[in-house]
């Protein structure tokens, strides 16, 4: 098979992304995923903690962190443990591309649980709605969070629905204890049994 009839073959799909006609559109390098996925979530993160609304919640939110401060410590040390044997479970090395990996999960759960479960609400009520704002706002956040995922990540409708799914779960989740601490380590169990390594190039 000639250069240009493999062109026109389409890479796999992977489990969450779509087929792709152009390996640079196909997510299968770390790198990718940080300047497309990473650097666009960290800098909307960035500009929603700009406003002194979004401050104050913030800083309200992590109270019981301080609070508690050892009991997090020990469900810190027990959710590592959890991911180590689940790494070894399913035959995965812990390298430092995977050590880097479950620490950019760690990153973006952070952020995107401040960002769209925190902040964005927030900021929709606030500028936009008035009326029935807290649900408008909790709505729109999470729909922003799963079509990020789907330009961002190019992952598939199905894949992104759930995202939404669960982004509405997590901020049921967070106005009922109003602790964004324990919705970033929900987020990270979530997120790490999803996508348990960093991407691999997909074989055509």
């Given amino acids: 098979m000639d250069e ?6 389409p890479i796999s799909e ?21 300047l497309r996925h990473g650097l666009t979530m960290g800098l909307m993160c960035l500009g929603c903690v700009l406003f002194p609304s979004v401050l104050v919640a913030l800083f309200s939110s992590i109270d019981n962190l301080f609070l508690n401060i050892n009991r ?30 479950i620490g950019y999960l760690f990153f973006i759960s952070i952020i995107e649980e401040i960002g769209f479960r925190l902040s964005l609400p927030i900021l929709f009520s606030e500028f936009f709605f008035k009326e029935y704002s807290f649900l408008i706002g909790i709505f729109l956040s999470n729909l922003l969070f799963a079509s990020l995922h ?12 759930f995202t939404f799914l669960g ?3 997590l901020s049921r989740l967070f106005y009922e204890t109003g ?3 324990l ?9 790490f049994l999803n996508t348990p390594s960093a991407p691999e190039k997909v074989n055509t």
Avoid at 77 to 98: A, H, V
Avoid at 150 to 161: D, E, N, V
């Fill in 4 to 9: 240009m009839s493999k062109s026109n073959i």
């Fill in 14 to 34: 992977g489990r969450l992304q779509r087929a792709s006609q152009n390996q640079e559109v196909y997510i299968s390098k770390f790198r990718q995923v940080l």
């Fill in 72 to 101: 997090y410590a020990l469900a810190s040390l027990g959710l590592g443990l959890f991911m180590f044997l689940y790494l070894r479970f399913i035959s995965r090395k812990l390298n430092y591309r995977q050590i880097f990996w």
């Fill in 150 to 161: 789907y330009f961002t990540l190019r992952w598939k409708l199905k894949a992104c629905i």
């Fill in 167 to 169: 982004g509405m779960g």
């Fill in 179 to 181: 602790d964004i601490t």
């Fill in 183 to 191: 919705v970033v380590m929900v987020h990270l169990v979530v997120t």
